[in-house]
């Protein structure tokens, strides 16, 4: 046997030994349990209903208009803790978990832009909501500017907040190594599966970390709960399908010329997008009025909520 070989043979072999540790690490994950009350706002029920077939977990507090809050990937509901009660003064405020995230259903689909449009779609036609102010952040934003595009009789403004529609989708490479390494290797059969079986805390948090502009700004207890979110059953797949349909979000941005309702377009001084992208988005955009937050990240809400409150009540609240 020559040394080649040999070097080859124990490379395929330890490949094989790392894809059936990451199976068994995975078999192993403790399920979490679903919370019945929100850690952060125990007085705000936890509801659910049925969109399609998907059954989507979400909240509302508050009473006057309506303002829907979407979130980014990988996170849930909660990444609007720190704005939610202040909004609820002034408006009756939604948010929920997209299928695949925080504790709705997982669905086995492919998660592109199409399939997040239409079950926020759902959700706004499940609860008849009308005269909607569509509030969202990173794939949230752009879910709002593509629902808005459709012309959704629903709506009645947008609030894009770091709009996830650039760099073929890539945008969470930008965001730290662990970011970079999570989209390279996410396109790689069997090696992006595996990858993501072998996370750990300190990886989904150093991952996480990446979208503010300060570590602290995402609390302990919210980065522990995304974390344990992954362990059920399926989140990793659906989180790599919608790494591996990234390229869907830069491409619905053609709809953003059909938007005829007042849009807001927020962007953190710090977020991942380049001046350029964000330019591009404000000349697809008609008319749109434009706000930058200083020292604020990709998940703004969290760095900088009072700021983006000040922002969604002057805007939504007109």
Not at 85 to 102: Q, R, S
Request: positive net charge; glycine residues 10%; aromatic residues 10%.
């Amino acid at each position: 046997m020559t040394s080649a070989l040999l070097l080859l043979l124990i490379f395929v072999g330890s490949g094989v030994a790392l894809w059936l540790v990451s199976l068994v690490f995975e078999a192993m994950r403790p399920i979490p349990s679903t919370p019945t009350t929100l850690g952060w706002a125990p007085e705000i029920p936890i509801r659910y209903i049925k969109v399609g077939d998907c059954r989507l977990r979400y909240i509302t507090a508050g009473t006057g208009p309506s303002v829907v809050l979407l979130h980014t990937l990988r996170t849930q509901l909660d990444l609007f803790e720190k704005v939610v009660p202040e909004l609820a003064k002034h408006f009756t405020v939604y948010a929920l978990d997209y299928p695949g995230h925080g504790y709705s259903d997982i669905p086995k689909e492919r998660y592109d832009a199409d399939f997040f449009v239409h079950s926020v779609e759902g959700f706004l036609e499940a609860l008849d909501l009308q005269g909607v102010a569509l509030c969202g952040v990173s794939i949230g934003a752009s879910i709002s500017l593509i629902i808005a595009g459709r012309r959704n009789s629903r709506v009645a403004r947008v609030i894009a907040i770091n709009p996830y529609d650039y760099g073929k989708g890539r945008g969470l490479a930008r965001s730290s190594f662990l970011g970079r390494l999570s989209v390279t290797v996410s396109d790689i059969p069997v090696v992006g599966e595996t990858f993501m079986r072998l996370r750990n805390f300190l990886i989904v948090k150093g991952i996480l970390e990446g979208g503010v502009a300060h570590p602290r700004a995402i609390p302990g207890e919210l980065l522990r709960e995304m974390y344990s979110v992954g362990n059920r059953s399926g989140h990793y797949r659906a989180f790599l399908s919608l790494l591996r349909n990234s390229e869907s979000w830069e491409k619905a941005r053609k709809v953003y010329a059909n938007i005829n309702v007042p849009a807001l377009l927020i962007w953190a001084e710090q977020d991942w997008s380049t001046p350029k992208e964000r330019e591009d988005d404000q000349r697809l955009v008609p008319g749109a009025r434009t706000a930058t937050v200083q020292n604020g990240g990709h998940f703004l809400p969290l760095d900088c909520p009072r700021e983006v409150q000040d922002l969604i009540i002057g805007f939504a609240g007109r």
